[in-house]
């Protein structure tokens, strides 16, 4: 808050109470246009994918479905899931869950549980408050090779639901010759683009130069390099 909002709620004869800060204004969010850096944890680039990939699918956190009240596509949603204590982060529902075992683990029995850079991931944004934080990530469309680009981004906003143990539809995408099979039945490319199929990831289309490397190297003949 600046002087000049203070001095005008003083001016005003209003009390302080009301000009005083919410969390809010004291977390300053880092600037959604500034770079990524490497080391930090954002909501968007880090977060909102692994939650989208590995709880947000249909029968399970995804909006509709909201199981045991919890929905965790969108920012709002989670917040408004009652699973994050921002007073006391690490007793956060959201955190104790991925470390129970037996039945009460998430993401449960048969899906894998989360690898230890993904709680740690969830940890430190715990930590650092749980903000809508983000930042602009790099995405150059002429980038498009397997091992590079394709096979990591697969890797990331795909596998959660399409990985050996619990396939959604039956898919899996965990191997190379799995994604070519579906490069040459026309269906990654449907479900990249939601022409004529249901649009991939579930509910949340890549952004734009996501879907653009994708195309590219379908175009490119969706060479393994
Ligand atoms: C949140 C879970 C989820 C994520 C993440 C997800 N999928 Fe799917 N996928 C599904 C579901 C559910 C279906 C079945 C949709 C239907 O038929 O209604 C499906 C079906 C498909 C199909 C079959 C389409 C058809 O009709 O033959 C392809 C191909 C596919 N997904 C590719 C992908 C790719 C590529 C990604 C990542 C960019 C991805 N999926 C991410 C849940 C997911």
Redesign the pocket.
Known sequence: MNKRVIASCLLLGLSLASCKHTIEDIYVLPDPNAPCKDQEVYFNRDIEPLL?????????H?NQTGSDGVRLSGYNNILNSDIIKKDDPLDSEIWEVLNESGDKRMPPEPNPPLTSAEKELIRTWLLQGAPNSACKQDCDTSQFSWSGTIQP??KQ??????NSASP??G?I?EQYTQ?KA?VD?G??E???TGNG??V?????P?PAC?QQQ?LNWIADGAPQN
Do not use: R, T, W
């Not at 989208?52 to 399970?60: N, Q």
């Not at 906003?157 to 399409?162: L, M, P, R, T």
């Open positions: 989208l990939s590995k709880c947000a699918m249909p029968g399970c995804d981004l697969i906003k795909c596998e959660g639901c399409h959604q539809s898919i995408l994604v579906l039945n269906s990654l449907g479900s990249i199929f249901v991939m990831p579930y509910q949340n890549l996501e994708m």
